[in-house]
């Protein structure tokens, strides 16, 4: 079956832009997380759907970072106002049951010029 | 703070020869999830192995074991047989509260023809 996809692969934004990136999970999977990983470093975490219930937010670095799941399927991640150190790959990954192991996605790589 | 650490920044193997990879990791929960992801190149992670924190019978998979150390919070990963492909960088991984993972630094791993 299909796994976890993104969209965009990649994003080029000027510092102060809005973006919005989007995870596709696998079908079925309750549980959506979305990570930050900079370069060489390990992924962080951001945040935790369970269906479209966010329960976890900790991870968001301020309040420019705001995540969605309105339907408990496809999740979008938005940024706004983009600064230079939001460049990262954004990790999307879904799970059908906690805790067990997590299916991620390609990842987005967003680069802020 | 409840982390995972992982000492060996980078790490190099002969094909067909066994590698061991480190970890230690921090926590104050009783039950919990251990794992090895890997992530290739192309930079999607891809899980390798899996270890139940109940259950003291060390994991296996294939060519892939570890060697779990509950009392001293360890968590080695073994590869035996190294193939080329196994060339990418691998993270140790503990599962946290509400399932969210948390990454060591991670281990690039360097496999020589």
Redesign the interface.
């Known amino acids: 079956g299909a796994g976890v996809s993104q969209s965009p692969r990649y994003k080029v934004a000027k510092r102060g832009q809005d973006v919005a990136l989007r995870c596709d999970p696998i079908s079925g999977h309750v549980?959506l997380?979305w990570?930050q990983q900079a370069l060489?470093?390990?992924?962080?975490?951001l945040t935790?759907f369970q269906n479209e219930a966010q329960?976890?937010k900790s991870?968001l670095p301020s309040d420019r970072f705001f995540a969605e799941r309105p339907e408990g399927s496809v999740s979008t991640l938005k940024i706004q106002r983009t600064q230079q150190e939001d460049s990262a790959?954004y990790?999307c990954?879904s799970?059908l049951l906690?805790?067990?192991?997590?299916?991620?996605?390609?990842?987005t790589r967003l680069t802020v010029t | 703070a409840q982390t995972?650490t992982q000492s060996q920044p980078e790490m190099s193997v002969q094909e067909a020869e066994t590698v061991t990879l480190s970890c230690t990791y921090d926590t104050s929960e009783s039950d919990?999830?251990l794992?090895w992801?890997k992530q290739p190149p192309?930079?999607?992670?891809?899980?390798v192995i899996?270890q139940e924190a109940y259950k003291q019978q060390n994991a296996t998979e294939n060519r892939f074991s570890v060697n779990f150390q509950k009392a001293a919070k360890s968590f080695s990963l073994k590869i035996s047989d190294s193939q080329l492909g196994d060339a990418a960088m691998y993270?140790c991984v503990r599962?946290?509260n509400?399932?969210?993972?948390?990454?060591?630094?991670?281990t690039t791993l360097q496999v020589k023809p």
């Open positions: 549980s997380f990570y060489g470093q390990g992924p962080e975490f935790y329960l976890d991870g790959v990790l990954a799970s906690q805790p067990r192991e997590q299916y991620f996605g390609p990842g | 995972v919990y999830y794992f992801y192309s930079r999607q992670m891809i899980l899996r993270f599962s946290g509400t399932g969210k993972l948390i990454f060591g630094q991670g």
